[in-house]
């Protein structure tokens, strides 16, 4: 069974940086695209970033050049959040999809202060 397991969010004031981190167990690759998407109050969940099986990457247009995905390998992958914003704050979800099925993890609160 595949799970996923977010971590690093956290409190952080408008400017500032902060990095989640997803930790995938069971049967995962390379082959397997992976992604960030977030959810704020009273808002629909949204794609922030997504990695393809050959490492191309996808970015909200909101996030460009501010936040970037990577992955150490096939079960970790990460999103930094630099030059944070008050409209970032969000639940943060990691995604995985294998086998044409999404596997979502529970989120982690990322809260900007201005």
């Known amino acids: 069974q595949v799970q996923l397991v977010e971590s690093g969010g956290g409190l952080v004031q408008a400017g500032g940086s902060l990095r989640v981190s997803c930790a995938i167990s069971?049967?995962?690759?390379?082959?397997?695209?992976v992604g960030w998407y977030r959810q704020a109050p009273g808002k629909q969940r949204e794609l922030v970033a997504t990695m393809a099986s050959g490492g191309g990457t996808n970015y909200a247009d909101s996030v460009k050049g501010r936040f970037t995905i990577s992955r150490d390998n096939a079960k970790t992958v990460s999103l930094q959040m630099n030059t944070l914003k008050p409209e970032d704050t969000a639940v943060y979800y990691c995604?995985?999809?294998?086998?044409?099925?999404?596997?979502w993890g529970k989120g982690t609160l990322v809260t900007v202060s201005s």
């Open positions: 995604n995985a999809g294998i086998n044409n099925r999404d596997f």
């Open positions: 069971g049967f995962i690759s390379l082959t397997n695209s």
